[in-house]
């Protein structure tokens, strides 16, 4: 039999982590549809994101097989030794990268490659959203001044980019200057999804609303808030996701606490990524006014549940009202997202019935798109120049 391409993924969190957000979803569906066809090899930490305390199930520093790759965790202490051993010893095809700021799991593997301190092999790197205007005005200067640097010594000479769309495509062209070489790949969605349930009923003057993300700026919970705080009705709005930023979480406390008796909200903590689906099937509308998305797992698992989404224009995820599916709306215009809260607050049982048909029939759209899988496939191709 012959052996397979080898695929090394550096990366900081993966499973059983779920706090990091979409690119543990990414890089596990990505594994899931090529692992027929490729051998994967994921370095990692053995923390979660935020959290102090090992996965207590898992032995660390030392090769485990599982979800179909191979997975080496490293311990918290001894993870730039770690990195470095394993991208001297282990052998491997292709450099898989998902961040472009990652010190130890991005940056640290191209510059042993710069230094010839590990062997050369094509690299792939999907920066996940981090060069969005958004993104990089988050620590300006010091990305700035890493970029500026790793032009000028050549650290991303014959590197390829994955875009997840084409609004991220102009993005990485955008940041990394026009000589990049930039290849649109969408992000996939779960093999063998479930099929959401139809039986939700709505009461007109009543809704149930969620946010499921990583608490921080980006995401732009205090928006929404603000944008729920003047309905009428009876609104139910729960909050999902880890606290990262415990600042900005302390100020959208103050905002809930001054909301009138007619919005309850409730913060419900983080959730594994198994549980969203099932999460977010519970709910009529799953609301998400992101400073920017490179994809936005979170909205694609909205629509695989049957929840129609109300969300900026700074995803991928453009034109929804052309769909029937949701909102995808400028921040710049706060009175549309309270417009588009006040239909949904208002709908039936009948008019919300087919409000969810329509978003599920948009998901099987997803699920069946032979194009996302046929773009992966080239990526990988383009890069190992078969």
């Known amino acids: 039999m012959e052996a397979k391409t080898v695929i090394m993924v ?203 993300s990583r608490i921080v700026i980006m995401k732009n919970l205090h928006y929404a808030l603000e944008c729920l705080s003047e309905l009428q009705g009876a609104v139910q709005f729960d909050i999902y996701g880890p606290v990262e930023d415990m600042k900005y979480w302390r100020g959208c406390q103050s905002l809930i606490e001054k909301m009138p008796p007619n919005i309850a909200i409730t913060y419900k903590g983080a959730i594994p990524n198994s549980e969203v689906p099932s999460v977010l099937a519970k709910y009529h509308l799953f609301f998400l006014p992101t400073l920017g998305e490179g994809y936005g797992h979170a909205i694609q698992e909205a629509f695989l549940s049957g929840c129609p989404v109300l969300i900026s224009d700074r995803t991928p995820w453009r034109n929804l009202q052309e769909y029937g599916v949701g909102w995808s709306l400028p921040l710049e215009d706060q009175e549309a997202f309270k417009k588009a809260l006040t239909i949904c607050l208002s709908m039936d049982t009948s008019s919300y019935v087919q409000f969810r048909n329509q978003t599920i029939e948009y998901a099987r759209s997803i699920v069946d798109s032979a194009a996302s899988i046929d773009e992966n496939k080239k990526l990988l191709q383009l890069a190992l120049g078969s």
């Open 10 to 212: 550096p990366m900081q969190y993966y499973k059983p982590g779920y706090r990091a957000g979409g690119s543990i979803r990414t890089v596990s569906n990505f594994i899931e549809h090529f692992h027929v066809d490729y051998q994967f090899k994921i370095i990692t930490s053995n923390v979660d994101l935020g959290e102090s305390t090992a996965y207590s199930s898992i032995t660390p520093n030392v090769w485990l097989e599982r979800d179909g790759c191979g997975i080496y965790y490293a311990a918290r202490k001894s993870q730039f030794f770690s990195m470095v051993k394993q991208l001297r010893v282990s052998d491997y095809h292709l450099l898989y990268l998902n961040s472009v700021f990652s010190p130890l799991y991005s940056i640290l593997p191209l510059l042993l490659m710069k230094a010839g301190l590990v062997a050369y092999c094509p690299v792939i790197i999907a920066p996940r959203g981090e060069c969005s205007r958004e993104a990089l005005s988050m620590k300006r200067w010091k990305k700035s001044l890493f970029i500026a640097f790793a032009r000028r010594i050549g650290l991303f000479k014959h590197v390829i980019w994955q875009a997840s769309s084409v609004y991220e495509r102009d993005e990485i062209s955008r940041c990394m200057g026009g000589g990049a070489s930039v290849t649109v790949a969408h992000d996939l969605p779960p093999m063998g999804s479930e099929e959401p349930s139809l039986s939700i009923s709505k009461e007109m003057g009543r809704i149930k609303i969620v946010f499921i």
